[in-house]
């Protein structure tokens, strides 16, 4: 089945950029969607098709994807940024949703 | 206004049964496509069952065939999800969430705010 991989955790200080990477065996052939929890909290979908926003969303959150790794961008991060961020992909051959393990982003 | 409302969860003990059940609303229910996506504590998201909008086309995660059912009621605008012979390792908060796209690009556009699943004896 298809594996999507995360780090675990990524850091950033207030006002800079933080990129969450999401790898696949050649996942930029696939639509690549990012998702934001906060605790206690539903995930809330904050990139689709790689890099379109869902209206509400900021304009500081971007996202790419090519050739084995997707990348979600956050632009001048704030506090409230800080959570958990999940991509996601619909497996073809199996036909099923992938998620991958989640990144802990803090904000210093 | 979309809203997913689930409800049904509860502690079982290990063997037993629990019905998820999830209200929508603010949108065409028979037209989408849902699935249920679970989360154990402090753990990340896991998808676990997918229908389609009419209910003929059904799909199971490895770790829950033969033990959970999915269904739909379109006239009640509901999903549920039967489970059955419950382990410890499927304590979780399950969440419904709404299908959006085709194919290979299909995502979860709506959450509802999970409902919680504990397993023990």
């Known amino acids: 089945s298809y594996v999507l991989t995360q780090p675990p955790s990524v850091s950033v200080a207030p006002g800079k950029t933080a990129r969450i990477t999401c790898g696949g065996n050649?996942?930029?052939?696939?639509?690549v969607h990012w998702y934001q929890q906060k605790p206690g909290q539903a995930p809330v979908l904050v990139i689709y098709?790689?890099?379109d926003r869902p209206s509400g969303i900021p304009e500081r959150f971007s996202g790419s994807n090519s050739g084995n790794t997707a990348t979600l961008i956050i632009s001048r991060v704030e506090a409230g940024d800080e959570a958990d961020y999940y991509c996601?992909?619909?497996?073809?051959?199996?036909?099923?949703?992938?998620f991958g393990g989640g990144t802990k982003l803090t904000v210093l | 206004e979309v809203q997913l409302v689930e409800s049904g969860g509860g502690l079982v003990q290990p063997g037993g049964s629990l019905r998820l059940s999830c209200a929508a609303s603010?949108?065409?229910?028979?037209?989408?496509?849902m699935s249920w996506v679970r989360q154990a504590p402090g753990k990340g998201l896991e998808w676990v069952s997918y229908?389609?909008?009419?209910?003929?086309?059904?799909y199971y995660a490895d770790s829950v065939k033969g033990r959970f059912t999915i269904s739909r009621d379109n006239a009640k605008n509901s999903l549920y999800l039967q489970m059955n012979s419950l382990r410890g390792e499927d304590t979780a908060v399950y969440y419904c969430?709404?299908?959006?796209?085709?194919?290979?690009?299909?995502?979860?556009?709506?959450w509802g705010q999970g409902t919680l699943v504990t397993v023990s004896s």
């Open positions: 098709y790689d890099s």
């Open positions: 996601q992909v619909w497996d073809s051959s199996s036909d099923h949703p992938v």
């Open positions: 969430a709404s299908v959006l796209g085709y194919g290979g690009a299909r995502l979860f556009d709506y």
């Open positions: 229908i389609s909008g009419s209910g003929s086309t059904i």
């Open positions: 050649n996942i930029g052939s696939k639509s």
């Open positions: 603010g949108f065409i229910f028979s037209s989408y496509e």
